[in-house]
């Protein structure tokens, strides 16, 4: 019941002064978003390169997690929606846009894209705070939910970022993508490419904007990069 999980736990009492609440977008069919145009709430929308997200669900359907790794499964249109209401119902109530935060962005420079993301979202970003979001204790998490033993075994083994190598956007993925994923990804990279112009940037760190395009022999050339000019993931209810 989408409307109670808003009316009782978005919405209701909270034990802190921030809370961080994480979605998927695709789960929100049909949800009324009125509730988001509180203004106690800002909204932040995670996004990921389609190779990577490809592979990703690929790998989990060879291990029965899941039946078919498609354009629905991906969830990158249900994510454009969420952002379009989300910037919509912002609009309309005075408020800032939501924030979307690209993970490739997060992986290369963990620290200078969360201190962005915390000025946005105004909130403190103190060394000790840093501390806290640069290194965690490994194993599973109180609040790691239903699917962690399917999806969180890298992260349960992780005490801190794996900091990516400087390369193209995508290239370590596309590197072992089946040809079999090539046409899912063509269809996924508009919706991406959308909501990567929109992607908050940490200072002095140019994003990159992968561009894929299809081969003469149908396979995916290899990326070149444009500069962008500007994932529901999450809610801080401040």
């Known amino acids: 019941d989408g409307a109670a999980v808003v009316s009782d736990v978005l919405m209701g009492s909270a034990p802190t002064p921030i809370m961080y609440y994480k979605h998927m977008a695709k789960q929100t069919i049909n949800l009324d978003m009125a509730w988001a145009a509180d203004p106690s709430c800002r909204h932040v929308v995670l996004i990921r390169d389609p190779v990577k997200l490809a ?63 915390c000025a946005a979202l105004g909130i403190p970003a103190d060394d000790a705070a840093m501390a806290s979001m640069m290194a965690w204790p490994e194993g599973p998490k109180d609040c790691d939910g239903v699917w962690a033993s399917y999806w969180y075994e890298s992260v349960h083994k992780s005490s801190g970022w794996n900091l990516a190598a400087e390369k193209p956007a995508g290239e370590s993925s596309f590197k072992t993508l089946p040809k079999s994923l090539f046409a899912l990804v063509e269809e996924a990279m508009p919706f991406y490419e959308m909501l990567k112009r929109h992607a908050l940037k940490p200072e002095g760190f140019e994003s990159k904007l992968p561009v894929w395009t299809m081969g003469l022999e149908g396979d995916l050339a290899r990326p070149c990069t444009i500069l962008a000019k500007d994932c529901v993931a999450a809610v801080a209810k401040m």
């Open 55 to 117: 592979a990703s669900f690929a790998a989990k359907e060879d291990e029965k997690v899941h039946s078919e790794t498609s354009l629905d499964e991906l969830g990158v249109v249900s994510l454009v929606q969420v952002f379009s209401k989300l910037r919509t119902v912002a609009a309309a109530a005075g408020l800032p846009p939501p924030i979307v935060l690209d993970s490739d962005d997060l992986t290369r420079d963990p620290e200078g894209t969360l201190k962005t993301l």
